[in-house]
């Protein structure tokens, strides 16, 4: 992150007055840039709570893809493939 910009020397000061930037403009800068620390602190807890998730709930998916190619398997080929898609099997071979 970007440190806060700061001018010590009076001589920085009036260069910057120069432009329109103001001491309490650097002040309100520094203090913006300070929540935005915070507030990318709180983006990372949430992304990792997030990636936690994600992978919990990928788990789950495989595993139910997992039985649904089992039960699949099973239904071709136990049975002629006219009742396939009485069981939900739309495959055609």
Aim: overall charge positive; proline content about 2%.
């Amino acid at each position: 992150m970007s440190q806060p910009i700061s001018v010590q020397d009076s001589k920085h000061i009036e260069n910057l007055r120069e432009w329109g930037v103001e001491e309490a403009d650097l002040g309100a800068m520094s203090e913006r840039l300070k929540d935005l620390k915070v507030a990318d602190e709180a983006c990372m807890k949430l992304r990792q709570e997030l990636s936690k998730r994600v992978k919990a709930t990928n788990g789950i998916l495989a595993d139910a893809k997992s039985h649904y190619l089992l039960c699949k398997r099973l239904i071709k080929e136990n049975f002629p493939q006219e009742a396939w898609q009485q069981y939900g099997v739309l495959d055609k071979r």
